[in-house]
């Protein structure tokens, strides 16, 4: 699938008797400038957005509450067909209306022109273009503050709203006449072939005034913004079979990314259900230490080596390798950080939120940052480890750090924590946690004596080889002849197909080839991996979910090492009809291929990279 072509997508007028309370997750694109990100939806209508960053409360939440969230719709007023794309290499969103009488577009993005540490710099701009005939447009501007629990008040004078609430401040401009509705703004207007209409919305203060967005500023920021994304997406050194595919990915990590501080968000949302009307919702919108590091693999893959020292940057600033005592009981690391380097997330409920289709609770916050998920050693150290080869060499400071990370390690590897998945039924010894422990040391191991840093090389292999035998003797169930969930177990778990992935073990080895063919069985359907299955291991949450879009490409690229290429490529065909019509994904695939959970989502993204490089390479 073309990541750049255009999908069609037939709608109801907008805010007409048929419209849908809730368009379809996968309906949706993402526009961002490196601080903050807006979900698009296909008929026009901007329905998530937090303003001045990712992890503010929304502005528009409409994807959450369709009543009470907020939007931004800007649609043709009459029935359309409408067609939605990403202008070539960018992150500049083109929504299509066809109509009897004329096709028009609008271009949405947010101005971006270079990699400003700037936090304060934020503009979201809709530009409404007549490409043929005539076609009137209507607007409905209905911002909700703080997800929707401020009220908040409208200045309307001179062509500009001024929209005030207790925690924040936002002006909309026109290039078309405004009217009053209540506190939020309408608008009726027809454009000529030719003619076009733009709206900005601008967050305002004592130092940042209101400020008018005429056409031609406009074009000048569109036109900027197109060629800084182009400028970025030209480094990569990807040609492989699947390059838009590949590139779209690497655009979206890109977006996800907080140019301030260098951390990437897991995902831009909050609370869209893993399942529809469960309680599976969860916020994502912060640095996970596991996703941003397999985030640094896939771009050095690529070849954006910057991204990674910004990340290196982050991980310094926010303190997190810093061992400082007391340690807490999670350890020297937590699991996630805020995108400012925050520890503290906390985690409540938005009550008066119906959530999306009605799965509540909406959650703010995320209570799993008091875990023990000691993967997160592993992928952080492997991250650095390549980061030091590919990138730049680790500084002496960064290692010193590095070094008392290791050193806990070494004393603290051999526990019960709550693991890759996040599990709320309590701790257990998952054999991936031990997994990544191993990783850790063996990278820390190989960059010590490759660089001759310091290191307590004799305690570090012991303990290397004390987790390798460990996994191999009571991580593997002969019953199942396959490496299982947990230590003495018989569950299966689809985080081990990163085992040949980490060099842990041989892609042909027969116990490896014997765990394959048994998740293959187990937790595979139509290239599609469950993690596991909650009814054999209960997880200390009701209901199911769909599968795991990430587990699906560590399976392709599992084959791919395998040497089963044939089922490798088709595998990973299928996966690809199961993007949106821009190639994004979700978390999850539901059983009839809709997209669940937070969207777009990272981990998917950085997957989906990994695996067509791999498979690339594999194929010749």
């Known amino acids: 699938m073309a990541a750049d072509t255009a999908m069609a997508s037939d709608r109801a007028v907008p805010g007409g008797p048929d419209s849908p309370r809730y368009m379809p997750i996968s309906e949706h694109g993402l526009i961002g400038d490196l601080r903050t990100a807006a979900l698009v939806a296909t008929d026009g209508t901007i329905d998530w957005y937090c303003c001045p960053r990712f992890d503010a409360p929304s502005v528009f939440a409409a994807v959450l509450d369709a009543d009470k969230g907020g939007s931004f ?3 043709a007023d009459l029935p359309t067909r409408t067609r939605q794309f990403y202008f070539p290499d960018t992150n500049v969103l083109i929504t299509r ?30 530009r ?7 076609l009137p447009f209507r607007a409905a501007v209905a911002p909700r503050f703080g997800y929707g629990a401020e009220r908040h008040t409208l200045e309307l004078e001179d062509g500009r709203a001024l929209f005030r609430a207790p925690s924040l401040a936002l002006a909309l401009t026109a290039t078309v006449p405004l009217e009053a509705d209540g506190a939020d703004v309408r608008a009726h207007f027809k454009l000529l072939e030719g003619e076009s209409a733009v709206f900005a919305l601008d967050v305002v203060s004592d130092d940042l005034r209101p400020r008018a967005c005429p056409h031609a500023e406009a074009q000048d920021q569109f036109e900027a913004t197109v060629r800084f994304w182009r400028r970025w997406l030209a480094q990569s050194r990807y040609h492989g079979r699947w390059r838009e595919m590949v590139h779209r990915s690497a655009l979206l990590l890109k977006l996800l990314t907080y140019a301030p501080t260098g951390g990437i968000v897991a995902a831009p949302t909050t609370s869209l259900p893993e399942r529809i009307g469960g309680e599976r919702n969860w916020d994502y919108r912060y640095v996970w230490i596991r996703d941003a590091a397999f985030c640094l693999y896939a771009m050095l893959r690529l070849g954006f080596t910057s991204e990674a020292e910004a990340f290196m940057g982050f991980l310094s600033e926010a303190g997190v390798l810093r061992c400082t005592t007391p340690i807490g009981p999670a350890g020297p ?45 592993g992928a952080l150290i492997d991250s ?22 290791v050193d806990w390690l070494c004393d603290h590897w051999d526990q019960p924590d709550e693991g890759v998945w996040e599990t709320r039924a309590g701790r257990r010894d ?38 390798y035998r460990q996994i191999m003797t009571r991580g593997w169930s002969a019953e199942r002849q396959a490496f ?22 041989a892609p042909t080895d027969p116990k490896w080839l014997s765990t394959l063919d048994a998740l293959g069985t187990e937790l595979v359907s139509d290239s599609l991996v469950y993690r596991y299955d909650p009814a054999a291991r209960p997880d200390g949450l009701r209901g199911d979910e769909g599968t795991f879009s990430i587990c699906s490409f560590w399976y392709v690229e599992a084959l791919a090492r395998a040497g089963r290429l044939e089922e490798a490529r088709l595998a990973f065909e299928k996966m690809l009809t199961y993007a949106n019509h821009l190639g994004l994904f979700a ?3 539901g059983r009839t291929g809709e997209q669940l959970g937070n969207f777009p989502q990272a981990f998917t993204h950085l997957a989906l990279i990994s695996a067509a490089f791999n498979l690339d390479r594999a194929l010749g």
């Not at 650095?384 to 990370?405: F, I, N, Q, R």
């Not at 191991?445 to 660089?451: G, K, P, T, Y």
Request: hydrophobic letters at 45%.
């Open 587 to 589: 978390e999850e695939i």
């Open 128 to 134: 409404v273009v007549c490409a043929r005939g005539t």
């Open 73 to 75: 719709e800007l649609a």
């Open 384 to 405: 650095v480890y390549l980061y030091d080869k590919w990138g730049k060499p680790v500084s002496s400071g960064h290692w010193d750090e590095l070094g008392a990370v």
């Open 430 to 467: 998952f054999v991936y946690s031990r997994l990544m422990c191993w990783v850790a040391l063996e990278r820390a191991i190989r960059m010590a004596n490759r660089r001759g840093l310091p290191a307590d090389l004799p305690r570090w292999r012991q303990a290397r080889d004390a987790i």
């Open 484 to 505: 299982v969930q947990a230590l003495d177990d018989d569950v299966l778990d689809a985080s081990l197909l990163m085992m040949p992935l980490a060099k842990f073990i």
């Open 97 to 126: 209306f066809f109509a009897a009488d004329g096709v028009a577009e609008i271009q949405d993005f947010m101005p971006v022109v270079d990699e400003s540490r700037e936090a304060d710099r934020h503009r979201l701009i809709r």
């Open 333 to 377: 690391l937590q699991i996630m950080y805020g995108i400012d380097g925050r520890a503290e997330l906390p985690e409540y409920e938005l009550s008066h939120l119906e959530g999306y289709l009605g799965s509540a609770p909406v959650r703010v916050g995320n209570a799993a940052t008091g875990q023990l998920q000691l993967d997160i050693y």
